[in-house]
């Protein structure tokens, strides 16, 4: 268990649709990482989240956006859903940003239909 | 923008033999090279990691060198054994202690099976 809880394990919803996924980091983690792993793809960086601000974006689409709460939960919004979407989104956190060990979460799984 | 490439895509050994999987990166700034194992349906996890002011670091079976001249580094496992089977990711970062961000990029995996 690495100390990252995602919510939902497993998410089923259609074309056109929102969806949001959760994230609690390990205690004491001050960034949030959001991935996305598409099948037989690697691990595609989407934002980093540090103590409520972003700080840093890699290809996040436009219909897709996060937020970091003051009590270190993010959320990764996903809107106007379609198929390619499809795909397992992993958070990670870690103390800091600078160095050291992301600890990911075991995802959640999207299914776009 | 920043690149990793990886090689190869799947890698078949014998237990016991070496496996050697390779990163080029392209950011000539980045400074941290984190490898990632990932077992069938887990969440990736860290094994080994190498920064940038440093040649060769190594882990009982595992060992990593980097060369930052050619851009790039490598991952060595030794003595391969069947629970080694999963895909293996090296990733690159360019990161900022002082702006606290940190953008780690991840290659596209090496499926490793370790045959018994």
């Known amino acids: 268990d690495s100390g990252v809880t995602q919510t939902p394990k497993h998410l089923i919803t259609a074309t056109g649709q929102r969806v949001t996924l959760r994230c609690s980091p390990r205690?004491?983690?001050?960034?949030v990482y959001w991935y996305q792993q598409s099948l037989d793809q690697g691990l595609q960086f989407l934002i980093q989240?540090?103590?409520?601000?972003?700080?840093a974006k890699g290809n996040i689409l436009e219909r897709f956006s996060a937020q970091q709460f003051p009590d270190l939960h993010s959320e990764l919004n996903l809107s106007s859903l379609e198929l390619g979407d499809s795909a397992l989104y992993f958070c990670?956190?870690?103390?800091?940003?600078?160095?050291?060990?992301?600890?990911f979460g075991e995802g959640s799984r999207l299914t776009v239909l | 923008g920043e690149n990793v490439e990886q090689h190869p895509s799947t890698l078949s050994v014998q237990e016991g033999d070496s496996a050697v999987i390779k990163c080029t990166y392209s950011?000539?700034?980045?400074?941290?090279f984190p490898w990632y194992k990932q077992e069938l349906g887990k969440r990736p996890q860290l094994i080994i990691d190498?920064?940038?002011?440093?040649g060769e670091k190594k882990d009982q079976r595992i060992a990593v060198t980097l060369n930052k001249t050619a851009k790039h580094f490598s991952l060595h496992i030794t003595e391969t054994q069947p629970e080694d089977s999963a895909v293996y990711f090296c990733?690159?970062?360019?990161?900022?202690?002082?702006?606290?961000?940190?953008?780690?990029?991840f290659g596209q995996g090496t499926t490793l099976q370790v045959k018994p």
């Open positions: 205690s004491g983690d001050l960034s």
């Open positions: 990733a690159a970062s360019n990161s900022h202690g002082s702006s606290n961000t940190c953008k780690l990029i």
């Open positions: 950011d000539s700034a980045s400074n941290y």
């Open positions: 190498i920064r940038s002011n440093v």
């Open positions: 990670a956190s870690s103390v800091n940003s600078n160095t050291g060990e992301l600890f």
């Open positions: 989240y540090y103590n409520g601000e972003e700080r």
